[in-house]
């Protein structure tokens, strides 16, 4: 069965204070990766999508890597702005249906 | 700008009530998903469909009904609420592929009381 674990489960961080999330995960036959931001209350905002290994994609303070088993979102010198659930899935399957990882809750303090 | 709208934000019901949540998206994508989101649980599929009429379960489908009538339109149905389906309901929708990934609605916070 396909999986998709991320970690940790929540992040507090400095402002400033750069850090890593992880997903990892356990699919036959990736069809590709996607990185979601969720506010508090809404629904989840695209933000990346990784289709190989090796590849790596940025938009201002976040960057998200892959590799064959697992991507990480980098946050770099975050802002408080940067707070929020951060959601990793992965298509896998012929139906377009993706599989969601459980989320990061990062919360970044002044 | 594209959108995926849900028809509301916030809905109290009592129990036993039939439910309807709306969604309608204006990207003329073919696949549409419902999912639940609950603490600790993350996003889990309820129901999804792939064509105008058609509907494929998901892995939490009992106690919901689906309906697509028209491509834009993807309905969501409570048969009977029951307070363990007090949750956030987002819906989503891709193209036929699904290899862009997902555009997500707002969530609607259901409450029943």
């Known amino acids: 069965e396909d999986q998709v674990t991320q970690s940790p489960e929540a992040l507090r961080l400095q402002e400033g204070e750069s850090s890593s999330l992880n997903c990892s995960y356990t699919?036959?036959?990736?069809?590709?990766l996607f990185w979601y931001r969720q506010d508090p209350g809404k629904g989840p905002e695209f933000l990346f999508t990784?289709?190989?290994a090796g590849e790596e994609k940025e938009k201002e303070r976040l960057k998200a890597t892959l590799t064959k088993k697992e991507s990480f979102l980098h946050i770099t010198a975050p802002k408080p702005e940067d707070s929020a659930t951060y959601l990793c899935?992965?298509?896998?399957?012929?139906?377009?249906?993706?599989?969601f990882g459980a989320g990061t809750q990062v919360v970044v303090t002044p | 700008d594209v959108k995926v709208t849900q028809s509301s934000r916030y809905l109290v019901k009592r129990t036993g009530e039939k439910v309807f949540l709306e969604c309608v998206q204006d990207?003329?994508?073919?696949?549409m998903f419902w999912y639940r989101q609950d603490p600790g649980l993350g996003l889990r599929l309820i129901y999804f469909?792939?064509?105008?009429?058609?509907?494929e379960k998901g892995d939490i489908p009992e106690g919901y009904s689906v309906s697509r009538e028209k491509k834009e339109r993807f309905s969501l149905i409570l048969e009977s609420a029951s307070t363990n389906q007090t949750s956030m309901y987002l819906c989503?929708?891709?193209?036929?592929?699904?290899?862009?990934?997902?555009?997500f609605g707002s969530g609607t916070r259901l409450t029943v009381v």
């Open positions: 989503a929708s891709s193209s036929g592929t699904g290899v862009y990934g997902y555009t």
């Open positions: 699919v036959s036959g990736l069809r590709g």
């Open positions: 990784l289709y190989s």
């Open positions: 899935a992965v298509y896998a399957d012929s139906w377009g249906k993706l599989q």
């Open positions: 990207m003329d994508h073919e696949n």
């Open positions: 469909s792939y064509d105008v009429k058609m509907k």
